[in-house]
């Protein structure tokens, strides 16, 4: 598993920083990396799981997504209950716009949580909730469960601009203006070099809180959801 790992993720640092890893003599490699991992989830002893978990995400990845169902229903099977790997499920299903079965999935995990007494999983549950409600125009349902999913991080500083930028824009759309504005003021400030994502986010939210979204804005958000 070290090596799959370790050959899987090397292969895939950005190209900006690449000419370190050369320097030491490492060049990484997909095909070896997934190789590897395939020799520990099918044949190992202590790491069977853990290399078939990241076997399957970085399968799914690649775009191979029959061999990652593979994988991933393998620990379905075996822990029908673990919500690490139910959210997992739920966030491919949503990857591929399979909104009913994501929110489904979803939901069976925070059930489970709720069931077995632990939180661990649900913030990434409930995002997916969020964005499977957002998807459905549902702004009222898609803000209640980013706010359950921020509640529920630990981390605080490991929140995403994007997750602030979507539950201002939620409020935005549900005619929250205050709320949807102290939102906006807690996507950080990013770089477009070194975070570009954080930057588009943080782009956005200051575009928000110069503007609030007009009804053109508001019917281009629908249709791009039912699109």
């Known amino acids: 598993m070290g090596f799959g790992l370790f050959n899987y993720l090397t292969a895939k640092v950005p190209k900006a920083f690449r000419w370190i890893f050369s320097l030491l003599g490492f060049s990484g490699d997909v095909e070896g990396g997934l190789e590897s991992l395939r020799i520990a989830a099918d044949k190992g002893t202590y790491a069977r799981n853990e290399a078939t978990f990241f076997l399957a995400q970085f399968l799914f990845w690649e775009n191979r997504e029959d061999e990652a169902h593979k994988y991933l229903n393998r620990l379905l099977d075996k822990y029908p209950d673990n919500s690490l790997f139910l959210v997992t499920y739920a966030q ?18 925070v059930d489970i949580n709720a069931r077995r007494k632990i939180q661990f999983g649900d913030e990434f549950a409930h995002s997916v909730l969020a964005s499977c409600y957002f998807a459905k125009n549902d702004f009222e349902q898609a803000k209640n469960n980013i706010e ?7 981390n605080k500083q490991s929140i995403f601009n994007s997750t602030f930028y979507r539950l201002g824009l939620c409020y935005d759309l549900i005619g929250q203006r205050e709320k949807a504005v102290a939102a906006y003021h807690q996507v950080k400030k990013a770089d477009m070099s070194n975070n570009p994502w954080e930057y588009h986010s943080f782009r956005l ?4 809180l110069r503007q609030p979204p007009d009804d053109i804005d508001v019917s281009l958000t629908k249709a791009s959801n039912h699109q």
């Open 92 to 109: 491919w299903e949503l990857r591929k716009d399979n909104v009913e079965s994501a929110m489904a999935i979803a939901r069976k995990a």
């Open 148 to 154: 359950l999913s921020i509640q529920k991080t630990e």
């Open 205 to 208: 939210a200051q575009k928000r």
